[in-house]
């Protein structure tokens, strides 16, 4: 490792990007490879000066990735050499027409989702129903607390990715995150935006539970035409 490489402090804002990018730009500087070891959490945080969420959900970001791998007792590993231009490349849309990139993205939605909601029907644990149903539990509470459930709507599709198992899922969300956003972000600042998709997700989590890939697929493309039918009457 090269000696003169450091860790600095980070500003405020947009923490958990810049710990990204701060990590994968010390992975280049030290000249890592595949097998070396990472600094530890209590390290980074004092190098970097934040907190062990922030630190945690970077990790999470690389691992989501294929990037690292945590192994229990032993440490955080770097599984391939990165870099501030190859860790976080993510494909986005001209932003100022949001009414073309959301109906952009939901044709990649389709696709992915769809064939994610089978994959977890076939493949699901019963610790992914678990945390599954744990995430849809939260959505609802806050749906019906609130009217509406941004965050809680993603963690409870990004539960359906994990289910199925294939790492590649999760890494095509990251990859496309920016876009996805836009999706539980109250677009055309309408709360209300996709809200009639809401039962949907329930039905979801009963086929998965199931093991009804059809199902799965079914209930999916429910919630997406919800979705494509707000945009275009929102946006008009």
Not at 22 to 31: C, F, H, I, S, T
Not at 209 to 236: F, H, N, W
Request: proline share 5%; aromatic share 6%.
């Amino acid at each position: 490792m090269d000696a003169g490489s450091v860790l600095q402090p980070l500003p405020a804002l947009d923490r958990a990007r810049q710990v990204t990018l701060a990590l994968a730009r010390y992975v280049a500087d030290a000249k890592l490879q595949a097998g070396d070891r990472l600094p530890a959490e209590r390290e980074l945080m004092a190098s970097l000066a934040v907190g062990r969420s922030t630190i945690r959900e970077a990790i999470r970001h690389f691992q989501a990735l294929g990037v690292i791998e945590t192994r229990k007792g032993s440490g955080t590993y770097l599984l391939r050499p990165v870099s501030p231009d190859t860790i976080h490349m993510p494909l986005s849309l001209d932003t100022t027409r949001l009414r073309d990139v959301l109906l952009q993205t939901l044709e990649v939605r389709r696709g992915i989702e769809c064939e994610a909601a089978m994959v977890a029907a076939r493949m699901r644990t019963a610790e992914d129903l678990t945390v599954i149903e744990a995430k849809l539990d939260q959505m609802e509470k806050v749906h019906l607390e609130q009217g509406t459930s941004g965050p809680e709507d993603l963690a409870f599709h990004l539960a359906v990715y994990d289910a199925t198992h294939n790492p590649l899922f999760r890494q095509i969300l990251e990859q496309m995150r920016e876009s996805f956003e836009h999706f539980w972000a109250s677009p055309f600042d309408r709360k209300d935006f996709a809200r009639r998709s809401f039962p949907f997700h329930r039905t979801l989590f009963n086929a998965i539970a199931a093991q009804d890939p059809d199902g799965a697929r079914r209930e999916t493309l429910k919630i997406l035409e919800v979705v494509e039918e707000d945009i275009k009457e929102m946006s008009q």
